[in-house]
């Protein structure tokens, strides 16, 4: 099965609300790193995260290590956060990518 | 600062044509480096990897090569396409304990 699973899978939200995206992981990761796919296809990093916690403006997330998930929080929905939301965590040489989450935030 | 740029950003190829992709860093000594493939509305799946120059990992078998001639220049390529090569190719670098920074991408498209 897929070694990295994200939920949900789609999402729409008003503008102005908050969710949270999911990934549960089946690796030893040792870091896990959030981006945001663009319409042109370009992966903007969001998050690089050692176990812990980081916040960075509207976003917030968190790796838990020991029961292998990532979160990420997004607070306040804006327009332009819309796009496809990949969770990739890390062992070894590799960077295994989650299906997606693809987020559409209206107005 | 560390930049990272691929050529070309889009092609478009005939079945049995030949293929090269590339992917230079600019601003970092001995980086990793990736070549990752997107299909259409699909994952990111990684085909290779490379930490040093003229050494190059391979981690799924597409029907595509690799190669890194210089520290900072890495190559994809094959002599034949396919229908399936058909997507959005990333080249990626990083060094120890940093995150993966992609490149913009090349979209390809088979026909």
Redesign the interface.
């Known amino acids: 099965g897929d070694k990295v699973k994200q939920s949900p899978s789609a999402l729409s939200l008003q503008e102005g609300t908050n969710s949270a995206l999911r990934c549960n992981f089946s690796i030893a990761a040792t870091?896990v790193?959030w981006?945001l796919q663009n319409p042109?296809?370009?992966?903007i990093?969001l998050f690089?995260l050692v176990p812990g916690t980081k916040e960075n403006g509207r976003l917030k997330s968190t790796f838990n290590s020991k029961e292998s998930y990532s979160t990420l929080h997004i607070r306040d929905a804006q327009l332009e956060d819309s796009g496809t939301y990949?969770c990739?965590p890390?062992g070894s040489?590799?960077?295994?990518?989650?299906?997606?989450t693809q987020l559409t935030v209206m107005p | 600062a560390q930049t990272i740029h691929q050529w070309p950003v889009a092609e478009i190829k005939a079945v049995g044509s030949p293929l090269s992709l590339g992917c230079t860093i600019k601003g970092k000594s001995s980086p990793?480096l990736?070549w990752?493939w997107?299909a259409t509305g699909?994952?990111?799946?990684?085909l290779f990897?490379s930490?040093t120059v003229g050494q190059v990992?391979s981690?799924v078998q597409l029907n595509l090569s690799a190669s890194r001639p210089k520290d900072d220049q890495f190559i994809l390529s094959t002599e034949k396409l396919l229908l399936s090569h058909s997507g959005?190719y990333?080249c990626?670098w990083r060094t120890a304990n940093?995150?993966?920074?992609?490149g913009?991408?090349t979209?390809l498209l088979v026909i």
């Open positions: 870091t790193q981006f042109r296809g370009s992966l990093n690089y990949f990739a890390s040489w590799q960077l295994i990518f989650g299906s997606g | 990793n990736y990752y997107q699909g994952t990111l799946q990684q990897y930490i990992e981690v959005f990333l990626a940093s995150d993966y920074t992609f913009s991408g979209r």
